[in-house]
C-alpha cells in the first residue's frame, strides 16, 4: 500500500474540506472546523483501510466506522455521499433542515452509512467498544480452521471532548482489559474545544493514559496521509490491545485566517472566509458544492471494491454453509435478529406454592433457561452480578483469553455498561444486556437515552427497585428513577409484580423494537399464581389481577412491582368493610399506552372514577390514571436506612394505610 | 513524627478492625472488609495528620475527610466515635436501623463529623476536588502575608470502584490540571470489587494514569504505619501536584478464612469468622463493642488537640480582623452563608419594549452584575461557557497560576463539574454554579441527586432546554428532562418564561435551601412587562401573567419558560372567539407546590376545569394541574434537526394549534 501524499490525496481531502465549508454554510449553522481538521485522517481511512459496500451498507461484515466526534456529522455525510451511499448532493445541501437525511449530528437508521447515533460526546466511543466486543464474540463463536465469516475492524474518529467524558475513560479500560486488538481509534487531537485551547482544562497526557489501560498508542501528524496510513497499518497489525492513534491536526485547517481558532468550532466560518479558504486552497472561490470528477471517482471506487468484498465473504459464508450447515443458519438466524421456534416454551411458570421470590432472583431464573436456548444472549453486570442475580453459570466469562465467554464483568462502570451494550444491541447478532441498581441508571442515563433514540434493543436489568432494598439507605433507594425513565420516549419500562410476571416481562423483552429496562426488587415477594392471566396480560402493560365480586368495583387500586400485593391485600380488607376493589397491575405504562382505548377503559373504567394508585416512588405522572378524585400512595422524599419491612410501615406502605386511603378516596367521591 | 507502628497503634487498628466486624455482625447487613483492610491507613491519617475538632465539627478550617468509599460507612462512625464527636456507641449498635445516626452509607447533615454524602462510587471523589478547590480559591482570596486564615488539606479514601468510574476519572484530570496540590487521596487498593478478583474487569494501571493527569503518585503497603506515615508526608510537601497513596491493602484484613474474599465485601464475616478473626488477633473471642481504654485515649487525644488547633486558629483570624477588618467580615459573613444587603437591588429589570432575549442571554446579564455584589459567585460550563452565557468577564479564569480566578472551565465533563459545584458548595463560603445544555444534565444526574439529598446549594444553569435549540437535532434537544428532574425531590427547576423571569429566578436561586436548576432557553423570546408582578409571581412557583376579562375565565392555559408567550398569543386569538382565557405562567413546580393551598386555588380555581398546558416536552406530569378534562400541548417523540421555527410548526408549538386545543378542551367540557 502506498503511503505518499499523492495530489489525487491532496485534491480528495480538499474536496473534504470545502463541501464541509459549504454544507455548514449553507445551513448557517453547525461544526465545520473539525470535518476541516479531520479530512486528511478519515480520508486516509475510508479510501485505503475501510472496507465497506455503499450499496448495502447492512453486509454483516463490513468495517464499521463510529464518528464519536458526531458535531462533525458533516464529514460523514461527505464521505457517504463521495464514497457512493444512498445519499444524494441534495440531502448534503439540506443539512439541518426539516425531513433531511442529514441531521445535525448523525442518527442511526435515519441516513444510510450512518452506524450509530452520536453527539453527546463519549458516547460513540462506547458504543465502538460494544461492536469490537460483538464482532470478536461472534468471530469465536462461528469462525473455524479455514473458514472466517465474521472478520472486521471497528474504525473511529474521536474529539477532545470525548476524550474528556468519563464515559470513553470508563470504556477504554474496560477495552484494554478486554484487549480488543480489532478496534482502533484515530484521536483528533486539535487542541481546541468550545471554550477555547484544551489547555485551559485538559493538560493531561492522553497517550500515557491510554498506555495505562493497556492500548497501543501511536502518534502522529494528522495531516501527514502516509504517517495516518502507516499507524493505521501498525496498529491492524497489534491484535492484544485496541489502538488509539493521536493525530495532531488543526481545526479549520486551511482557512487563512480562522485555522486553530475555536470559533471555528461551533459556527459556520462566514462566506468571506469560505471564499478566502477557497482561493488558500486553490479552489474556485465562488464554486459551491464542487466535486471534481477525478476525486469523486477515486473515492467511488469503494462502490466496486465493496461489491467485491462482499461477494468475496458470502461465498466464503456460503462454503462455511457447506461444511457447518446448523452454524450458518445460526448465524444467519441471529444477524437477522430472529429467535428460535419456542423459545418462550422455557420461561418458568411459577405455582402459587411457591416461597415468596424476589423478582430479581425470579429474572434470574429466566435468563439462566433463555440463555440455554439463546445462544446469543449475551452480557453481564457493573459489578453487582450476586446482587442483580445475572450470572449465567456454566456459560463462561468474557476475556481476551475466552473472547466467546457469554458473562461480561463491566467493572463498576455503569455508563460504559450502557454505551457497551448498545453497541452489541447495533452490531446486530447478539442478545445483550446489562444490569445494575435502579438508582444507578442515573449514572448511564446519556447511554439509555441514545438507545432509546436509536431503538436500539438493549435490555437493562435494573434491581434493587425502591427503599425495598432496605438498610443501603436513601442514596441507594430510588424514588425518582420510575418517572425519570418513564418519560423518556421510546423506551419500555417493566416493572414486574411477582415472579411469574417477571417471566412474562423478559418474554416482552425479547419481543421489543427498543430498550427495555426490567425493574426488579431485591426483597421476596408472594408468587400469583394465575400464570395464563399474567402471560396475557404482562404485554398489554396493565390487567386486572383481582376484582370486584360483581365486576363493577367501588374503587380501582392500581399498583405495579412489589405493591401489587400490598393492592391485593388491601383489597381484602376493604371488602369486610363492604367496599369492592379492583386490583389493577400495571407494569408497563408503555405497554399499556399502546394497547386500544377499548382494552384501557376496559381495565380501567372511566365511571370508576375512584382510583388510588400505590406505588413506593415519585407520584409525578400517576395523576394520569388516577384523575382528580383519585390519590397516590408514593414518595415525595428521600428513603432512609433500615430493613425493608421497617421503611413499608414507616412511609405507609402497609395494607392498612392502602385500605384507609382508598377508603377516604370512595368517601369523598360519594360526599362530592 | 515517629513512622514506626507500635503495639498502642496495633490496639488502635485492631480496635478499627473489631469494632466493624461487630457493627456489620449486629446490624446483620453492610459491609465488613473495606474497614478491616483500611483500618491501619485511616488510623495513621486520623491520628497522625488530620487536623480537626470533635467538638466542633463546622470549624471552618478543618481539614475535611472525605470517604468516596462510602460502603465503608462503619469505618468513618467508628473513627468519629473513637475520636470524640458526638456519636455515642450506641448509635453504632444501631447501624442501619431506622432514625439511627449510623445509616448504610454517611450523609451529610445526618451525622455530626461526615463531611459529605457519599456512596454511589466516585461522587466522593469528585466533591472532594471541589473541597479542595474551594479551600484553594478562599485562600487565594482572604490570606494576606503573616495571615493565613485558610489552610487546610482535603483527605480522601477511595476504593477499586471509585476509581472505575468515569466522575472519578474526569475530577481527577481536571484536579491535575488545576493543580490542587492540598488534595491528598488514599486509594484502598485491594483488588477486590463484589464480583470478585478486580482482574475480572480492570487490570488498568492506576497509578501511571494518575501520573498522566498530573498527579503525585506514590505506592505504599497498606498494613504499614510508617510507610503510610511517610507517603501522607511527602504528599503534603508536594505542593503543586494533587497526591494520590496506592495502599497495598487486604480486604477483611485478619479474618483468617475469609480475608482477601470477595465475600466479605457487602456481607458480614458471620458470628464463626468475627470469633475467629479475634482470636487470631489476640482479642477476647465473645467480647463484643470492646474499646480498650488505652486505645479510646490514644483517640480522644482529639479533643484536646483539636480544641487548641481551633483556638490558635481563632486567635489568628481575630488577629487578621483587626489587620483586615472588612475582609474578616466578609470572610465571616461567607462562610456563614449570608448575602450582602440589599444584593437583589443589582438584578436588572428588562423593559417590554426590550428586543426579545433568550433567557439564557438574560441570565448572562443577571450573572455579570451578581458577580459584582457577590465576590463569591464562582463557576463555570462543561466547555460551553459561550453558549451557556455564563463567562463573568474580566473576572479572571481559575488556573494554578491565578487559583482566585472566578471562572471555572471544568471541561467536557458535566459529571465532575456536578460533584466539584457540590464539593465547592458543601465546604462553604461559596456560591457556585455550574453550567451546560439541559439534555446532558442527564450525564450528571448522579451529581444532581447528591445535591438534592444533601441540600447542598448548587446552582446548575441549564440551557438550550427544548426543541427550540433547533438545528443540532434530537441528540441535544431535551424532551424528558424536565419531567425526570420534577420528579427528584428536594430539587428546586425553574424555567422562567422571559428576562424578567429569569432575574426572578436568579433571586430564588440564590436564597434556596438546596440545590437549584435554572432551565433556560437558546432562542430569544418577548420580554413580559410586568416586572412587579413577576418579582411576586417566580418565587411563588406560578402565577397569572393575563386573565380573563372578567377574573373567571373559561379556560386556563398553563406554560413555562417559552411556551409561556405562545399561551399569551393563543389567548387574544381565543379572545376574538369569546374564550376567555387564564395564562398562567408557573416556571417552578416546587415553589408552586410550597404555597398555600389558598394561593394555589387562587391561581387555579378548581371550578375551572378546563385547562391546557403547553410545554414542549414530556407532557408527564402535568394531569395533575389540567385534570381528568384538560389536556397538555407537549411532546411524546424525540425532536428533530430543523431551524427551531420549523421545529414549533411542525411539532404544534403555534397560537393556532393551542388556541385550538383549548377550544377543543372548553367544547368537551360544555358537552359533557
Known amino acids: ?84 451511499y444512498d445519499l444524494p448532493l441534495d440531502e448534503l445541501k439540506r443539512f439541518r433542515q426539516f425531513g433531511s437525511k442529514t441531521p445535525g449530528h448523525p442518527e442511526r437508521g435515519h441516513t444510510p452509512g450512518v452506524e450509530v447515533t452520536s453527539g453527546p460526546l463519549g458516547q460513540g466511543f462506547g458504543m465502538a467498544v460494544g461492536l469490537a466486543v460483538a464482532e470478536r464474540w461472534l468471530a469465536a463463536r462461528f469462525n473455524r480452521p479455514g473458514h472466517t465469516v465474521v472478520d472486521h475492524y471497528t474504525y473511529g474518529v474521536c474529539s477532545d471532548g470525548d476524550m ?78 485496541p489502538s488509539l492513534i493521536v493525530a495532531r491536526t488543526t481545526i479549520a485547517y486551511g482557512s487563512p485566517n480562522m485555522a486553530g481558532s475555536a470559533e471555528t468550532h461551533g459556527s459556520p466560518l462566514g462566506e468571506d472566509e469560505v471564499r478566502a479558504t477557497k482561493e488558500a486552497l486553490g479552489w474556485p472561490a465562488e464554486e ?22 462482499q461477494a468475496d465473504w458470502e461465498a466464503r459464508l456460503d462454503a462455511y454453509a457447506r461444511d457447518y450447515p446448523e452454524d450458518a443458519a445460526l448465524f444467519r438466524a441471529w444477524t437477522a435478529g430472529e429467535l428460535p421456534a419456542g423459545w418462550q416454551d422455557v420461561l418458568p411458570a411459577f405455582s402459587g406454592e411457591e416461597k415468596p421470590m ?78 445494575t441498581f435502579l438508582v444507578f441508571s442515573d449514572y448511564m442515563r446519556g447511554a439509555i437515552r441514545l438507545a432509546a433514540l436509536q431503538r436500539a434493543r438493549s435490555i437493562f436489568v435494573f434491581t434493587h427497585d425502591s427503599i425495598g432494598l432496605g438498610e443501603d439507605g436513601p442514596t441507594h433507594q430510588p424514588i425518582e428513577h420510575l418517572a425519570s425513565l418513564r418519560a423518556m420516549p421510546n423506551l419500555t419500562l417493566i416493572r414486574p409484580a ?20 426490567l425493574v426488579l426488587t431485591r426483597q421476596a415477594l408472594p408468587v400469583l399464581a394465575d400464570v395464563g392471566r399474567i402471560r396475557e396480560g ?39 368493610d363492604g367496599i369492592a376493589a379492583r386490583v389493577v397491575s400495571m407494569p408497563s405504562w408503555e405497554l399499556f399506552e399502546a394497547q386500544p382505548q377499548e382494552y384501557r377503559h376496559e381495565v380501567l373504567p372511566p365511571t370508576v372514577r375512584a382510583r388510588l394508585a400505590v406505588e413506593a416512588a415519585s407520584p409525578l405522572g400517576w395523576a394520569k390514571y388516577v384523575g382528580n378524585e383519585g390519590d397516590v400512595v408514593g414518595l415525595e422524599h428521600f428513603g432512609a436506612s433500615a430493613p425493608y419491612k421497617v421503611l413499608f410501615e414507616e412511609f405507609g406502605f402497609t395494607a392498612e394505610n392502602v385500605a384507609a386511603r382508598a377508603r377516604a378516596v370512595v368517601q369523598r367521591l360519594r360526599e362530592m
Chains 1, 2 share one sequence.
Open 164 to 241: 474528556m467524558e468519563g464515559v470513553s475513560a470508563e470504556a477504554a479500560s474496560l477495552a484494554g482489559t478486554l484487549g480488543l486488538g480489532k478496534l482502533i481509534f484515530l484521536y483528533d487531537d486539535n487542541e481546541i474545544s468550545i471554550e477555547g485551547d484544551t489547555d485551559l482544562a485538559f493538560t493531561e497526557d492522553v497517550g500515557r493514559r491510554f498506555g495505562a489501560y493497556n492500548w497501543h498508542v501511536q502518534h502522529v501528524d494528522g495531516e501527514d496521509v502516509g504517517q495516518v496510513a502507516r499507524a493505521l497499518e501498525a496498529a491492524r497489525a497489534e491484535t492484544a490491545r
Open 1 to 84: 500500500m502506498s503511503t505518499a501524499t499523492t495530489s489525487l490525496d491532496r485534491l480528495c481531502i480538499d474536496t473534504i474540506r470545502t463541501l464541509a465549508m459549504d454544507v455548514v454554510q449553507k445551513a448557517n449553522s453547525g461544526h465545520p472546523g473539525t470535518p476541516m481538521g479531520a479530512a486528511t485522517m478519515a480520508y486516509t481511512l475510508w479510501t485505503r483501510f475501510l472496507r465497506h459496500n455503499p450499496s448495502d451498507p447492512a453486509w454483516p461484515d463490513r468495517d464499521r466506522f463510529v464518528l464519536s466526534a458526531g458535531h462533525a456529522s458533516a464529514l460523514l455525510y461527505i464521505l457517504l455521499h463521495l464514497t457512493g
Open 498 to 517: 411477582d415472579a411469574n410476571e417477571t417471566a412474562a416481562a423478559w418474554g416482552c423483552a425479547l419481543q421489543a423494537d427498543g430498550p427495555v429496562a
Open 358 to 435: 424476589a423478582t430479581r432472583a425470579a429474572s434470574g431464573r429466566c435468563i439462566t433457561v433463555l440463555a440455554e436456548v439463546l445462544g446469543n444472549l449475551v452480557g453481564g453486570s457493573a459489578d453487582l452480578a450476586p446482587s442483580t442475580n445475572t450470572y449465567m453459570k456454566g456459560l463462561g466469562d468474557m476475556d481476551p483469553e475466552h473472547p466467546g465467554g457469554r458473562n461480561m464483568h463491566f467493572g463498576v462502570r455503569e455508563h460504559a455498561m450502557g454505551t457497551i451494550v448498545n453497541g452489541m444491541a447495533i452490531h446486530g447478532g447478539l442478545i445483550p444486556f446489562g444490569a
Open 288 to 309: 459551491r458544492f464542487r466535486i471534481p470528477p477525478e476525486a469523486l471517482a477515486d473515492f467511488r471506487r469503494a462502490l466496486a471494491d465493496g461489491a467485491a468484498l
Open 538 to 576: 404482562v404485554p398489554r402493560g396493565a390487567y386486572v389481577v383481582a376484582d370486584a365480586p360483581s365486576g363493577t368495583p367501588d374503587v380501582i387500586l392500581l399498583a405495579t412491582g412489589s405493591e401489587v400485593s400490598l393492592a391485593i391485600a388491601a383489597r381484602e380488607q376493604l371488602a369486610s
